[in-house]
């Protein structure tokens, strides 16, 4: 055995797995083709990841910590396929025209993702509704065009692709659906269980959303990770520079306990949710708040930073509202200009929002998250501290921005690229600036939080953010840990 060998078993956690690893690392060389009798620390490493998964972690940090550090997902090949991008899809929709198709298309597919539902197959279109005799309880698929909530009755205006009609929800309707009703959001397709009225009106009884099924999601056969992130706001002057500096030795193997060692050594992919840099002229008075006042020299900063990111590790982004693209939803991706400075420090996949990728299999969908500030408006209960709630809601509704016309720019594309087809196995945003993460339906969804400070313009907001926490998510186990950066 190689002296190097030798050291780096007396570094080993000593439990009896040793002698195992040895057995196994000999079994391994007699089998090999090259008669090589002396064992390296190489051997010894790929035993290890091969035959024992999770002790693959060395403890001890600091300046010895380098030496120790193993990656795992060095080891692993990348393994993503870009499902959507709304980048090359986008068109110069404005007129009257394209706002009805918008809206017929996001109409008709989302009518059909509610008829797969067994509860929805019976629905009819609001004619036939109205058509039928009085008393008659009925499913009907609609839009929301209105809604007026009163002490306890609720007034909303429904259309389908030929009518419009109205209906109203009654005081006398059972607590637990009235507050169903009353997390309604302005557009969204729906499922209304109604009994016809008088004068064509309806009486709401029930409402149903899309809503993903409950199902169970295969992770990764490999044990790697994904880092979760967004909202970096390089070039604001309240851009933790510490914390991320921090994030970046642990995945070099500089930092942590050995338990984060050992994750940070399977981190293959890191992927972030938009916000990459704060952007000029977002919000009221924001250049007295910006360390970089050109948005080039923001997107050099960026690219400086993610250079010393490990260049097995694939780093996939998309755009946020402060970043240099358009601001009506769908984004494309940073335009050549901003993304070359990226692309000399490192290679990065750069995609629009929302995105849609597999990662080993798993179905992730980026979208950064303008909308949550709409779901959080409008819907009671909803704050700005469980973003993760908000993010639910757009699950429910298969759409992620429902409300057109309030905080978020939608562009009224002949498709709509904002319905959610396929329920993703990960759902990752940002934007709120608060991480949080839950488990939904099978659905593991993380708001990223954020790498930037509370600014003043937050703060007058009432916004309180938690930035510099990493969500990490193990892509094998589907499941979330974090570390906080904060603290050094
Ligand atoms: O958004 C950062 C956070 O600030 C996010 O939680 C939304 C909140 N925010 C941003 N603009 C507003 C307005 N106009 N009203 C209320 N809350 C707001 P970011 O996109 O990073 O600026
Ligand atoms: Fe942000
Ligand atoms: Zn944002």
Same mark, same amino acid.
């Given at each position: 055995?190689?002296?190097?060998?030798?050291?780096?078993?007396?570094?080993?956690?000593?439990?009896?797995?040793?002698?195992?690893?040895?057995?196994?690392?000999?079994?391994?060389?007699?089998?090999?083709?090259?008669?090589?009798?002396?064992?390296?620390?190489?051997?010894?490493?790929?035993?290890?990841?091969?035959?024992?998964?999770?002790?693959?972690?060395?403890?001890?940090?600091?300046?010895?910590?380098?030496?120790?550090?193993?990656?795992?997902?060095?080891?692993?090949?990348?393994?993503?396929?870009?499902?959507?991008?709304?980048?090359?899809?986008?068109?110069?929709?404005?007129?009257?025209?394209?706002?009805?198709?918008?809206?017929?298309?996001?109409?008709?597919?989302?009518?059909?993702?509610?008829?797969?539902?067994?509860?929805?197959?019976?629905?009819?279109?609001?004619?036939?509704?109205?058509?039928?005799?009085?008393?008659?309880?009925?499913?009907?698929?609609?839009?929301?065009?209105?809604?007026?909530?009163?002490?306890? *009755?609720?007034?909303?205006? %429904? !259309?389908?692709?030929?009518?419009?009609?109205?209906? =109203? /929800?009654? +005081?006398?309707?059972?607590? &637990?659906?009235?507050?169903?009703?009353?997390?309604?959001?302005?557009?969204?397709?729906?499922?209304?269980?109604?009994?016809?009225?008088?004068?064509?009106?309806?009486?709401?009884?029930?409402?149903?959303?899309?809503?993903?099924?409950?199902?169970?999601?295969?992770?990764?056969?490999?044990?790697?990770?994904?880092?979760?992130?967004?909202?970096?706001?390089?070039?604001?002057?309240?851009?933790?520079?510490?914390?991320?500096?921090?994030?970046?030795?642990?995945?070099?193997?500089?930092?942590?306990?050995?338990?984060?060692?050992?994750?940070?050594?399977?981190?293959?992919?890191?992927?972030?949710?938009?916000?990459?840099?704060?952007?000029?002229?977002?919000?009221?008075?924001?250049?007295?708040?910006?360390?970089?006042?050109?948005?080039?020299?923001?997107?050099? *900063?960026?690219?400086?930073? %993610? !250079?010393?990111?490990?260049?097995?590790?694939?780093? =996939? /982004?998309? +755009?946020?509202?402060?970043? &240099?693209?358009?601001?009506?939803?769908?984004?494309?991706?940073?335009?050549?200009?901003?993304?070359?400075?990226?692309?000399?420090?490192?290679?990065?996949?750069?995609?629009?929002?929302?995105?849609?990728?597999?990662?080993?299999?798993?179905?992730?969908?980026?979208?950064?998250?303008?909308?949550?500030?709409?779901?959080?408006?409008?819907?009671?209960?909803?704050?700005?501290?469980?973003?993760?709630?908000?993010?639910?809601?757009?699950?429910?509704?298969?759409?992620?921005?429902?409300?057109?016309?309030?905080?978020?720019?939608?562009?009224?594309?002949?498709?709509?690229?904002?319905?959610?087809?396929?329920?993703?196995?990960?759902?990752?945003?940002?934007?709120?600036?608060?991480?949080?993460?839950?488990?939904?339906?099978?659905?593991?969804?993380?708001?990223?939080?954020?790498?930037?400070?509370?600014?003043?313009?937050?703060?007058?907001?009432?916004?309180?953010?938690? +930035?510099?926490?990493?969500?990490?998510?193990?892509?094998?186990?589907?499941?979330?840990?974090?570390?906080?950066?904060?603290?050094?």
């Amino acid at each position: 055995m190689e002296q190097d060998a030798f050291s780096f078993l007396q570094e080993f956690p000593t439990n009896g797995d040793l002698e195992e690893v040895l057995k196994r690392t000999v079994e391994v060389l007699n089998q090999s083709v090259e008669s090589r009798k002396i064992i390296t620390r190489k051997d010894l490493q790929s035993t290890i990841a091969s035959y024992f998964p999770s002790k693959r972690h060395i403890s001890s940090i600091g300046s010895t910590g380098k030496d120790l550090f193993y990656s795992l997902a060095k080891d692993v090949e990348a393994d993503i396929q870009i499902v959507s991008d709304p980048t090359k899809e986008l068109g110069t929709a404005g007129d009257i025209k394209d706002f009805l198709q918008y809206f017929q298309d996001r109409f008709r597919r989302l009518r059909q993702i509610l008829k797969q539902r067994i509860d929805v197959h019976d629905a009819v279109s609001i004619a036939d509704a109205q058509h039928a005799s009085s008393k008659r309880e009925m499913k009907i698929i609609a839009i929301v065009t209105e809604k007026k909530e009163r002490k306890r *009755s609720i007034m909303i205006q %429904i !259309e389908d692709l030929e009518n419009v009609a109205s209906m =109203i /929800v009654l +005081p006398t309707i059972e607590q &637990a659906v009235f507050e169903r009703f009353r997390q309604i959001i302005l557009d969204e397709v729906l499922c209304f269980h109604v009994v016809k009225g008088q004068d064509n009106a309806f009486i709401g009884k029930n409402v149903l959303w899309p809503d993903v099924p409950e199902r169970k999601v295969t992770g990764a056969t490999v044990p790697v990770c994904a880092a979760l992130l967004s909202d970096i706001h390089i070039g604001s002057k309240t851009f933790l520079d510490e914390p991320f500096e921090r994030f970046i030795r642990w995945l070099n193997g500089d930092l942590g306990n050995s338990k984060q060692m050992e994750l940070a050594g399977r981190v293959k992919y890191i992927t972030i949710a938009g916000d990459l840099v704060d952007g000029i002229g977002v919000y009221p008075n924001q250049e007295a708040e910006l360390s970089i006042l050109d948005i080039y020299g923001q997107y050099q *900063s960026f690219a400086k930073l %993610i !250079e010393r990111i490990p260049d097995y590790i694939e780093v =996939i /982004v998309i +755009p946020g509202n402060h970043d &240099a693209v358009r601001q009506a939803m769908p984004q494309p991706a940073l335009s050549k200009k901003y993304f070359e400075p990226i692309m000399e420090a490192r290679e990065v996949i750069s995609l629009g929002n929302p995105a849609r990728v597999k990662i080993h299999g798993v179905n992730l969908l980026m979208y950064h998250g303008r909308s949550l500030e709409d779901v959080i408006g409008m819907v009671p209960y909803m704050t700005y501290q469980t973003p993760e709630k908000a993010m639910e809601h757009l699950l429910r509704a298969r759409h992620l921005a429902p409300v057109y016309g309030k905080k978020t720019l939608i562009s009224a594309e002949m498709k709509d690229h904002l319905i959610i087809d396929e329920p993703p196995d990960v759902f990752q945003c940002g934007h709120i600036h608060v991480m949080k993460s839950e488990v939904y339906r099978g659905v593991n969804i993380v708001n990223c939080g954020a790498w930037q400070n509370q600014t003043e313009f937050q703060r007058k907001m009432g916004l309180v953010p938690t +930035p510099g926490i990493l969500p990490i998510l193990d892509l094998q186990k589907l499941q979330m840990t974090s570390i906080d950066f904060t603290k050094s």
